[in-house]
């Protein structure tokens, strides 16, 4: 790497700075050391050697930041440190860093630390590692909260993890079983917010740094890390639907990422995904676009419904000949006629009788809910220029709405069709029923005059 950084003079300059007492030095400093990216962070373990304590703690703030796994033995080490401050600082950036390492040496700190507001510190990181997938970070704080001889302002903070636990072991009815043994406990403060989460509970809390690596995590290739992610951000419920958006914007093109976000977010209410209604007449990316209109489907959400038609108007000039627009436009049509609004009836007809445009089964959906007789003679005509699968569907189609607008291969709006077109239909709708009745009559009057 050539000439050492702690070496460097501007790189000296900034460490100087970053110890200093001026706070927009400070903050100056930690900017262009963050900008320099991981490859200082071995030259930054080498200043916590400094007799500085407050440079110590800074630094200490700055690895958290980094978030290199490479720095976490030199952080857990200051758990160590005589200064309080550097103490804290340590506790809290293990959290961001390697979680098999930070875990116990966090652990250690609860079991050997005598001030409180460290243990809380200690807590928190615990909480927030928990809060990015690794619940194995539960079990130092489920046995501290267990414990009624640790200081009822620990076990207080340790109360926040429960929310976040997943399912089985120590999954919601056996923290339900612990809220309820703390409540019993008598009306101390643990007691008392014990019974506040039996009574009101919440979706958890979680700090925005957690957030975000979430929304990194659902990124990832490795499916057990990209599924933890979409399990802890269902349980965020309406909290992680503006981040979400932010995070599908931020991958643009990304139909992949995309999926994933309507998978951790498919369980929202109808309320909490209409925050996310005016982003429809926004969001100019395919893959946002159909990730927006998935959980409209997925929501109900009467509000994201009302722009559907307007999402549908934005996609038809693109949808002819992109394949991504065309799959978005399409499920707009299904998601909007399954309402049963006929409010983009017009753009739906054009699309059928369009030879040009690509038929989808999404489409041809649309109209099976909400065509009427106006739409049969673009129907027939897709009819006639397909095959397999997507031919079928328009059969059904056909026949359904034939069968709603009780319309028979004799009636008026199929004989007006061009002959082609008439073919089709006669070959959907099948041969004409002819009356038999008359005949059973005369021959039951016949075998009656006989019989007298």
């Known amino acids: 790497m050539g000439r050492s950084w702690e070496r460097r003079p501007a790189f000296r300059r900034l460490i100087e700075r970053l110890g200093a007492d001026d706070p927009a030095g400070v903050d100056a400093a930690r900017h262009a050391l963050v900008d320099l990216g991981t490859e200082v962070v071995p030259h930054l373990v080498a200043t916590l050697d400094s007799d500085d304590e407050t440079l110590r703690a800074r630094v200490v703030q700055l690895l958290g930041l980094l978030g290199d796994p490479g720095a976490t033995s030199a952080v857990a080490a200051l758990l160590h440190d005589d200064t309080p401050v550097v103490r804290r600082a340590a506790a809290g950036a293990l959290a961001r860093l390697d979680a098999r390492r930070a875990i116990p040496a966090l652990n250690g700190l609860l079991r050997r630390e005598a001030s409180t507001a460290m243990r809380r510190v200690a807590v928190r990181s615990l909480i927030l590692l928990v809060q990015t997938g690794h619940e194995r970070a ?7 909260i267990g414990d009624p001889d640790q200081p009822d302002t620990v076990r207080e903070a340790a ?11 120590r999954g919601p009815g056996s923290a339900r079983a612990l809220l309820e043994r703390l409540a019993r406990e008598g009306g101390g403060r643990v007691a008392r917010k014990a019974q506040r989460m039996l009574e009101a509970p919440t979706t958890p809390r979680i700090e925005p740094w957690a957030l975000d690596r979430l929304f990194t995590d659902l990124g990832s290739r490795r ?39 309507v998978l951790a977010l498919r369980n929202l209410s109808a309320r909490q995904v209409a925050r996310l209604a005016p982003a429809l007449d926004e969001v100019d990316d395919p893959a946002v676009l159909g990730a927006l209109v998935e959980l409209a489907a997925a929501s109900g959400s009467r509000a994201m419904f009302a722009r559907l038609p307007g999402v549908i108007g934005r996609c038809a ?5 992109d394949a991504t627009w065309n799959a978005v436009h399409a499920r707009a049509h299904l998601v909007l006629a399954e309402t049963g609004s006929r409010l983009a009836a017009d753009d739906l007809r054009r699309c059928l009788a369009d030879e040009g445009h690509p038929l989808s089964a999404d489409l041809v959906g649309a ?17 006639r220029r397909t ?3 997507l031919r079928l569907a ?3 189609a056909v026949r359904g709405i034939a069968h709603r607008e009780r319309i028979r291969r004799t009636d008026a709006t199929i004989s007006r069709l061009p002959e082609p077109e008439r073919d089709a239909a006669k070959q959907i ?23 007298t």
Do not use: K, N
């Open 387 to 389: 095959r397999g699968v």
């Open 429 to 451: 709708l099948g041969p004409s029923r002819r009356p038999d009745r008359a005949p059973r009559r005369r021959a039951g009057l016949t075998g009656s005059l006989l019989r």
């Open 394 to 396: 328009i059969h059904d």
């Open 367 to 383: 109209a099976a809910f909400v065509g009427t007789r106006e739409e049969l003679p673009a129907l027939l005509r897709a009819y």
């Open 138 to 144: 539960a079990g130092p704080l489920l046995a501290l």
């Open 159 to 169: 109360l926040d993890v429960l929310p976040w636990l997943g399912e089985g072991e």
């Open 223 to 261: 499916f057990a890390v990209w599924q933890r992610a979409v399990a802890l951000l269902t349980r965020l419920g309406g909290r992680a639907a503006e981040p979400a958006l932010q995070a599908m914007q931020a991958r643009p093109g990304d139909r992949e990422y995309a999926r994933r976000v």
């Open 317 to 321: 000039a693109r949808a002819r000949c």
